[in-house]
């Protein structure tokens, strides 16, 4: 009997530990998320969501695309006109067109993925030199016609096919030490 209740006392205690370590509470985090988070970042009346930097291969060569969602806030519509990194280059092209701009009208989320996730969508391809490193950041500053000039935005690499959105929802219910039944085999 000593035996039963030296080993219930250590079960719910070890339970109680493994419980406390390692778990947000629900106000804090509601969502699972990969392990690389994007940067979330406004200028002026510009939302920036969920920025990263993703890669395509062709033929053994990569290709590096900004994934983000754009949001102006504002009542008229403004325009991404540029985004410069030290590193090389950084293109955008809006659906079919290639250009310099990208037109954000208000109140109206424009996403921008990498041309294999929406041919008839905007991208914007990045090339720099090294190649960036998974896990690594690609320092970006976005100019907007209205909303004006970012600082430099830490962008993170994540793995092709990987998202940085929410993977699962946290459980939400309170864990339970099950029923002792029984003798044990010791007893």
């Known amino acids: 009997m000593l035996r039963r209740a030296v080993v219930g006392t250590a079960f719910a205690a070890s339970a109680l530990l493994l419980t406390a370590c390692g778990f947000q509470a629900p106000d804090v985090e509601n969502t699972e998320h990969a392990s690389v988070q994007a940067v979330d970042f406004t200028v002026g009346t510009v939302a920036i969501d969920d920025a990263a930097i993703t890669s395509t291969t062709s033929n053994g060569v990569p290709s590096f695309w900004l994934q983000a969602t754009f949001v102006d806030t504002g009542s008229t519509s ?110």
């Open 78 to 187: 403004d325009t991404l006109t540029g985004a410069t990194t030290p590193n090389g280059t950084v293109s955008i092209s809006s659906g079919e067109a290639v250009g310099t701009s990208l037109t954000l009208p208000p109140g109206i989320p424009v996403v921008v993925v990498t041309p294999a996730a929406g041919a008839a969508g905007a991208s914007i391809s990045v090339a720099i030199s090294p190649s960036p490193q998974l896990g690594a950041y690609v320092p970006i500053v976005f100019t907007f016609t209205d909303a004006g000039t970012s600082g430099t935005v830490q962008v993170p690499v994540i793995p092709p096919g990987e998202t940085t959105a929410a993977t699962q929802p946290v459980p939400s219910g309170t864990a339970s030490v099950p029923p002792v039944e029984g003798q044990s085999a010791d007893d």
